[in-house]
């Protein structure tokens, strides 16, 4: 059994960090995140774990080796939003890092996104992400946000060494990002709703709108160990994908924008769509794979009432124009 650690005992700033750590029945890989914030140059932040229900004794765990650690329990897998979620709403920390478990730090990842967010003034702040394996590969490097209303990670499997970083990013990835609680308190939280995939999106485009700022810290770097819980679901991948890019768009792009790049949204719109049908056609069949396509817009469209109240409290409250949004789109 590993000693007894004591995160964040010494605070040398002040502010405090509350780190939320989402885990579904991934043990070991978090004890390799525990061990790496364990080894934080930047000590003032205090650590959440929200257990969504495993079944992999993983609350205990945590108490036994981690004894500063708060554990928040919920009583059944309600997902990555919901778990998040409920892991803000147990803190009150000026500032927020969302952490995936199967995410470690260097040392001075901490130190490095706290020095960008005071030197840039930002509220979003990403490290670039390399791939664990692969520690030569960068996983992400921030979001962009495509006028199509598809979001991407920067530099997803490019040569660390080669690499160029974007001058801005429009949004993070809540696998590993700093944010202010200020984000939270005016935007609201994930949308619970999407589950999975281009929820920290849809978060971003809301703060966006509001007015926040988003930033890179080129020097933090995150390894992240993968998504080996989905390997063999790639079509609930696609599924996912294709309904969500739908409530991003309906909930998050101004009208004018939408109407402008109605060609370029409406062709994503069926690149999703043929995507989800090609998955679920090599796991199902093809006749099949339609009517889960045709189940996945009839969700959209009986939310689709819902989606529009929300939409229009979001665009009447925003704090920047069309043209401001668009020369942060990517084509």
């Known amino acids: 059994m590993l000693p007894k650690h004591d995160l964040g005992s010494t605070a040398i700033v002040s502010a ?40 992999d004794d993983t609350a205990n765990a945590i108490s036994d080796q981690w004894s500063d650690a708060n554990v928040v329990r919920l009583d059944r897998n309600r997902g990555f939003c919901a778990a998040v979620n409920a892991g803000i709403s147990a803190t009150s920390g000026e500032l927020i890092f969302l952490l995936n478990n199967d995410m470690t730090l260097t040392p001075d990842c901490l130190a490095l996104l706290i020095q960008r967010l005071e030197g840039e003034h930002a509220d979003m702040v990403a490290p670039i992400v390399l791939f664990q394996d692969e520690p030569d590969v960068v996983y992400s490097a921030g979001d962009c946000q495509r006028m199509n209303g598809r979001s991407e990670c920067w530099g997803h499997k490019a040569i660390r060494d080669q690499f160029v970083p974007p001058d801005s990013v429009f949004g993070v990835s809540a696998g590993a990002a700093l944010y202010r609680r200020a984000v939270f308190d005016r935007v609201g939280m994930l949308d619970e709703r999407y589950g999975a995939y281009f929820e920290d999106a849809d978060l971003s485009f809301r703060a966006r709108l509001a007015g926040f700022s988003a930033a890179l810290a080129t020097d933090a770097v995150a390894y992240h160990a993968g998504s080996a819980s989905i390997r063999d679901r790639m079509w609930w991948r696609a599924q996912q994908c294709c309904r969500n890019h739908a409530l991003l768009v309906i909930k998050n792009m101004p009208t004018g924008l939408m109407l402008r790049h109605a060609p370029q949204i409406a062709l994503e719109r069926v690149n999703q769509m043929r995507r989800f049908v090609s998955g679920a056609r090599t796991e199902f069949g093809l006749a099949r794979a339609w009517l889960m396509l045709l189940r996945t817009e009839l969700e959209v469209g009986c939310l689709l009432p819902q989606l529009i109240r929300e939409r229009r409290v979001i665009q009447r409250s925003r704090q920047v124009s069309n043209a401001e949004i668009e020369a942060l789109l990517v084509r």
């Open 16 to 55: 405090r960090i509350d780190i939320i750590i989402p885990t579904w029945n991934g043990r070991d890989v978090l004890m390799k995140c525990m061990a790496s914030l364990s080894e934080q140059t930047y000590r003032n932040f205090h650590v959440t774990i929200v257990d969504d229900g495993s079944t």
